[in-house]
Structure formats: C-alpha cells, structure tokens
C-alpha cells in the first residue's frame, strides 16, 4: 500500500483547477526522490511483506533463514510448508493419487469440503491415464469415477466431456481441448490445491507482495494521464527512469 500511496497523494495535488488547464505537470527527479524519503516504511512491515511471499510460496528453507536473520516470526508451522509443496510437487509431476492421500493426511476435511478441488483431482488423474496411453482403464475411471459428478453439475460434465475427447484423436494436437495434456494444466491444479491447503491453514492463498506490485502498475498509469514523473519500468530492478518530456 506505501507505494500505491505515495503515487495517489501526486495524483490530489495534481488535481487542481489550474493544473488540469495546462499540460502534464513534470515532476523532476530530485523532487520525486524527495517524495520517497518523506515515506516512512518501517523494516518490521518490510520483513512480513518479505516472509508472507516465502511462507505463501512454499519457499521453506528461504523463510527459516529469513526468520533467523530477521527475527520475523511465520504465521504458519514452517513444517507445514514442507507437507504443502510435497503435495504440490505430487500433482505437478503427474502422482495424481499420492496427492490425495497427502491432502488427507494433512487435513481430511480439505476434500470433504471442496467438491470442485475433488473433481480436479479426478478430472487430472483421468487427463494421467490418457497421456500414459491406459485407454481401456482411463474409460473405466471417467465412467465409474467422474460421470456420476457429471450428472449432478453441469460444469463438472462440460470438463469431463472436454477430456474424454481426448481419447476421440490419435493426435492429440489436432484435439482443440489438446491443452489439457499440457504442463500448465498440472500446474494449474497444483495451484489450485496449494490455494486450498493455505486456506485450511487461515492463511492466505496469494501472496501480498504481486498485488502491491500490480496496485503500483494501476496507480503509475492513472498518474501517466497528469504528469511526467520518474516511474518504474523494470519492477525487477525498480529503478526510476526519468520522464520523457
């Protein structure tokens, strides 16, 4: 928030009667630079952004070090994480079936209360079977596991249409669901039981830094529209560049 801030209290002062008549207001470099010392950010809040990102990641050893370095304290059990990214990293390499036991050894009632979460799960263990060619098992799984899903919810059936199809091609790259057997629909479902685990855990599902980061990228462009400033183009350096007047 002290960045989007910092560029909305510019945007007040630049909304004046006589500013608005003339062209974009320049803002100089020195005077920019000067906005951003009188922001007062405390290290303490800097350190939480830092370990919110580690903890929501699954960053594990990173956060521990970080917590020893800096004495900031998780929200969570750090061993907590380490069973979180073991189920991820089941998913994202195709362990369909492990992934669900681990969820439920760490909390039975993630499955319990998460249908859609459930469905995925299975709909991803049918799209496994397709890719390692178990045709005659994987017709077995769609009809016995996920049809009956599909009569009870419209949207389930659509997406247990769209991977049976899968079966229809012998080339799967002439299949306009063929997307399905791509590494971004397990990294999909990888996120989405990621996002249910830190749930469980009162935890947030996203991390607090990206958003801060895209509520800079709003707040510049809305100040785009009245002045000329120094602004971040590269948020990986966050160097200021000088405006082009």
């Not at 470099?29 to 007062?40: A, F, H, P, Q, S």
């Not at 903890?55 to 979180?84: H, M, N, Y």
Request: glycine share 2%; proline share 4%.
């Amino acid at each position: 928030m002290f960045l989007s801030r910092i560029v909305l209290r510019d945007l007040d002062s630049i909304d004046s009667p006589a500013s608005m008549a003339s062209s974009k207001k320049v803002v100089t470099r020195d005077e920019w630079e000067r906005k951003l010392r009188d922001v007062k950010i405390r290290k303490e809040d800097m350190n939480r952004l830092v370990m919110n990102f580690l903890v929501t990641e699954g960053f594990v050893d990173a956060a521990d070090k970080f917590r020893i370095e800096s004495g900031t304290q998780p929200e969570i059990d750090l061993a907590t994480i380490t069973d979180r990214m073991e189920v991820k990293r089941a998913v994202q390499s195709g362990n369909v079936q492990e992934a669900i036991e681990k969820i439920n050894d760490l909390n039975p009632t993630i499955l319990d209360t998460n249908p859609q979460l459930y469905f995925h799960l299975q709909q991803q263990k049918l799209i496994e079977l397709i890719r390692a060619g178990k045709i005659n098992e994987a017709l077995e799984f769609a009809q016995e596991e996920l049809a009956p899903r599909g009569e009870e919810n419209q949207t389930f059936l659509e997406e247990i249409e769209k991977t049976v199809a899968l079966l229809v091609f012998e080339d799967v790259k002439n299949c306009p669901y063929g997307e399905l057997l791509d590494v971004s629909q397990r990294l999909k479902t990888a996120s989405e039981v990621n996002a249910a685990i830190l749930t469980s855990q009162s935890h947030e599902k996203d991390p607090k830094l990206p958003s801060l980061l895209k509520m800079l990228k709003w707040t510049q462009n809305q100040l785009d529209e009245k002045a000329a400033y120094p602004r971040i183009n590269d948020f990986t350096t966050a160097a200021l560049e000088d405006p082009s007047i």
